[in-house]
């Protein structure tokens, strides 16, 4: 479900789930699975975005997450064979590739992925729970967004680099991912520009003050690149 895993997969040779799966491409709006439906298998992302997220009820729902090339979806489910919670639809055209749990089980029975897959869910575990703590313990809309900006800029030398946003995700988007309310980001985008926080051009999000951001991200400067944990697609939003 990480970047990296699939690279992995693929040395595993003429015995790895990718060596077994069929490829196929899709555009915008393709739904590769929906909460409720049974886990038939493992879907691998080549190319493009997919956009997980769940709706608890009452019109609202929440995003997990957007992910891009070398991400592994629908692996927890498929191995437990429970029904998938949470809904997968591409962003943009995709390039995936299946693998069928039935072989899949037989891979991980003769023991060529089994630690492959321990590997993928244990990243889900672990980020699963950075999120937690840094994201959906605090109620501050202010810490929020800047803890998910801040999740974009890699330490380097012991402080964070700015960094350039292509800005393709709506602030909706934006809200759902991190459990506010739209309204909240616009203001929160307008207050930061006006105070040399951002520079917004060209749909071009640029992370002007750092030190500033974290200071409302109530993080150090120092703070690991684990610590925070990849709100959006690693490298680019999407």
Request: aromatic share 8%.
């Amino acid at each position: 479900m990480f970047p990296g895993m699939l690279s992995d997969v693929k040395a595993l040779g003429s015995t790895s789930p990718y060596a077994a799966s069929c490829q196929s491409v899709h555009a915008r709006g393709w739904v590769l699975f929906t909460a409720g439906q049974p886990a038939s298998g493992i879907f691998i992302i080549e190319k493009g975005c997919v956009k997980l997220s769940i709706s608890p009820g009452r019109g609202r729902s929440l995003i997990l997450g957007f992910f891009g090339p070398q991400s592994v979806l629908g692996l927890p489910a498929t191995i437990l064979g429970f029904p998938h919670e949470s809904t997968a639809e591409a962003t943009k055209s995709v390039t995936v590739r299946f693998f069928a749990r039935a072989r899949l089980l037989q891979h991980m029975r003769a023991g060529a992925t089994g630690l492959w897959a321990a590997q993928v869910v244990s990243r889900m575990f672990y980020f699963t729970l950075c999120e937690i703590e840094t994201l959906w313990l605090t109620d501050s809309v202010d810490q929020k967004l800047s803890r998910f900006l801040l999740s974009f800029c890699s330490p380097r030398n012991g402080a964070r680099a700015p960094v350039q946003l292509p800005l393709d995700l709506t602030h909706e988007d934006i809200a759902q991912r991190i459990g506010v309310s739209r309204e909240s980001v616009t203001r929160f985008f307008s207050r930061s520009k006006k105070s040399g926080i951002l520079d917004l051009k060209h749909s071009v999000l640029t992370t002007v003050d750092i030190a500033r951001l974290e200071r409302l991200a109530d993080v150090s400067a120092d703070l690991n690149s684990a610590a925070i944990p990849p709100f959006g697609v690693r490298q680019t939003l999407v």
